[in-house]
Nanobody
């Protein structure tokens, strides 16, 4: 099993930036995609971004394209989410997840999840 720990969340003003990190440990050899999801108060969890664990392919939700960048360092077992031009609508708990499958978009496809890190965008 894969254990995931997110960090880097916090309070930022609109237009600001944050960089989230997700460190993986345990058995990662079967991981195919790493993804970021978020859940705002009163809303369902939604897909944000995903990246192949080995490779350079990346995928983004339309709501964050051009503002967020996902990256990874497999040697460090770490994925990152650089968030720029943040909006109040980006306020949510952000979760890192890992899947052995080929469906990077659907929440139920992911078998390992981190505990989440809070991102609050407010003036």
């Amino acid at each position: 099993q894969v254990q995931l720990v997110e960090s880097g969340g916090g309070l930022v003003q609109p237009g600001g930036s944050l960089r989230l990190s997700c460190e993986a440990s345990g058995r990662t050899f079967n991981t195919y995609y790493m993804g970021w999801f978020r859940q705002a108060p009163g809303k369902e969890r939604e897909f944000v971004a995903a990246i192949k664990w080995i490779g350079i392919s990346t995928y983004y939700a339309d709501s964050v394209k051009g503002r967020f960048t996902i990256s990874r360092d497999t040697a460090k077992n770490t994925v990152y989410l650089q968030m720029n031009s943040l909006k109040p609508a980006d306020t949510a708990v952000y979760y890192c997840a890992a899947t052995r499958g080929t469906n990077y978009y659907t929440e139920v496809s992911y078998n390992s999840w981190g505990q989440g890190t809070q991102v609050t965008v407010s003036s």
